[in-house]
């Protein structure tokens, strides 16, 4: 959580799209290792989540887009509900990717996909503003390779299939110490070449996220940033 409160930008009232981006966060134990910055590869990801929301707080574009989150290692929970943009709710919840995981808990992350592809059917099936497009953003974080892989890329490529669905991976690690093989895994759940990055610090994760939720709605990286 942060007390970082930026002023709130103009709003355009003129709103085409609800473009979900729902975080999809690794919770396992090796997100406690230390990254860039001498800070925990977790709490990498929450300050990168953190100013991705006054980023987007302080844009035009903010009533367009929709956020929820889903934390995972042996199991899964929904920490965030999908809720249209707040900058008040955002900033007090909880995005520390290892906040009520387990201590040495593994990535299974097939698991956490299978939950946001239930989330994902149910926002589009149930669209909060009828006579608008939805669309849904699956934002993947993970250190590592998950404990089931053909179970993951199986379940990826049946979310895959909705067009209205998309997915983008971040490998994030500390330098000098990626592994291949989870990298490889990631590379194919995404939605393309482009929707994956391996990234060493919070500040790239954003970077990463904004880019991905802005094309993934059909606007340019600026008109959030």
Not at 161 to 167: A, G, P, Q, R, V
Not at 206 to 223: H, I, Q
């Amino acid at each position: 959580m942060s007390t970082d409160f930026r002023p709130t930008g103009d709003v355009t009232l003129n709103k085409s799209i609800n473009q979900l981006g729902i975080l999809v966060l690794d919770g396992s134990g090796s997100m406690d290792r230390l990254a860039t910055g001498n800070v925990t590869i977790a709490k990498a990801v929450e300050g990168g989540l953190i100013e991705m929301f006054n980023r987007f707080n302080v844009s035009k574009k903010k009533q367009n887009f929709s956020f929820a989150c889903i934390k995972f290692d042996n199991t899964v929970s929904v920490t965030l509900e999908p809720i249209a943009f707040d900058f008040n709710t955002l900033m007090n919840t909880n995005f520390d990717p290892r906040e009520g995981r387990q201590k040495d808990g593994g990535t299974y992350t097939n698991l956490a996909l299978e939950q946001a592809k239930q989330m994902a059917e149910n926002f589009l099936q149930n669209p909060p503003e009828p006579g608008i497009t939805h669309k849904v953003l699956i934002l993947l974080c993970s250190d590592g390779q998950s404990h089931e892989p053909e179970q993951t890329l199986e379940i990826a490529e049946e979310i895959k299939k909705n067009l209205d669905i998309e997915i983008a991976c971040a490998y994030i690690s500390v330098v000098g110490n990626n592994e291949a093989d989870a990298q490889k895994l990631l590379k194919e759940v995404a939605s393309d070449a482009i929707k994956f990055t391996t990234v060493y610090d919070g500040e790239a994760l954003r970077n990463f996220f904004v880019a991905s939720l802005s094309a993934s709605a059909g606007m340019s990286k600026s008109d959030i940033s």
